[in-house]
């Protein structure tokens, strides 16, 4: 704790330190008049104090612009671990808290760059490695081109495709440039038109249910709103069991038109539900690897939903997808 840092504002600080330096040159000065000490050796020995007094009360004000421009020059090259002291109540220490927690952001921000950075390269490398292969073996005649192979390698060029696709859209929504064409729509033939698209490439035995008033409407961007139920019931799908169902409903509640995606399958653990939000973050890494999910479905889902001032939440413990848009 610094001399000043109880005082809550800078004006206060000032006026501090100018009453302490005058408060010290007025005694000195009177003690060496009472003293008879020469009175220039006694107005230079107070004005010495009183810049002491300056220096020491001071000190606490400035070191916190001090360790905020050494942070600032280490943060410029990298280093986003730095931290200044915030125990201040003033302006200064209200911008050191401001900048730590400006700090703490721009380290997330890297720590996601580079966890992006890897799991593009993951996801990329991946299919292009069995494509890779499967060419090699081809050409070096160690394998027939028969239908079955090349279907294979054609659904490796499509998973490609997707991740692509998805990134380009993250890129987009992240920067704001999507407009939204809001309007009212029929919500119920937009449930089923997801739900016969999934269908054509979901699992044998997994059954897809829709429950919905076919007079309900929502009002947004109903392209942009099919995308997000699409990348839903993709994702239930994805974790179902197999004989399982995945349930689509949709009604009006409470001012919200409230829309919930809900598999069988064994539901986000507890603790995990803001992060499988996040780009890539997979809750089961080893099934979303095998069947081709690139963990971007949710988080192009939230940048969506966010856009429209809707909420999307997964029920703590359940496999259950809630999406509130505003009606």
Partial sequence: MRPLDRLPSIKLKLGAIIVGAVGVAVVVIALGV???IWPYFTVALAGALALAMVQVLARGMVAPLREMA???KAMARGEYGRRVTATSRDEVGD??????AMASQLAEVDRMRRDLIANVSHELRTPITALRAGLENILDGVEPADPEKLRTMLEQVERLGRLV???????KLESGVVPLNRDKF????LLDQAVREVELHAPQGVHLVVNADTALQANGDAERIHQVVSNLVENAVRHSPPDGTVTVSAARENGHVKIEVNDEGPGVPLG?????FERFYR???ARTRSDGGS???LAIARWIVDMHGGEIKVVPGSSRMVVALPS
């Fill in 165 to 171: 696709t998805q990134l380009l859209d993250l890129s």
């Fill in 186 to 189: 029929a919500l119920r033939p």
């Fill in 283 to 285: 809750a089961d890494t």
């Fill in 95 to 100: 911008l050191a808290r401001a900048f730590n």
């Fill in 272 to 276: 995990e539900e803001e992060r499988i």
């Fill in 70 to 72: 050494q942070a600032a």
């Fill in 34 to 36: 009472k003293l008879r």
């Fill in 295 to 297: 963990g971007l479905g």
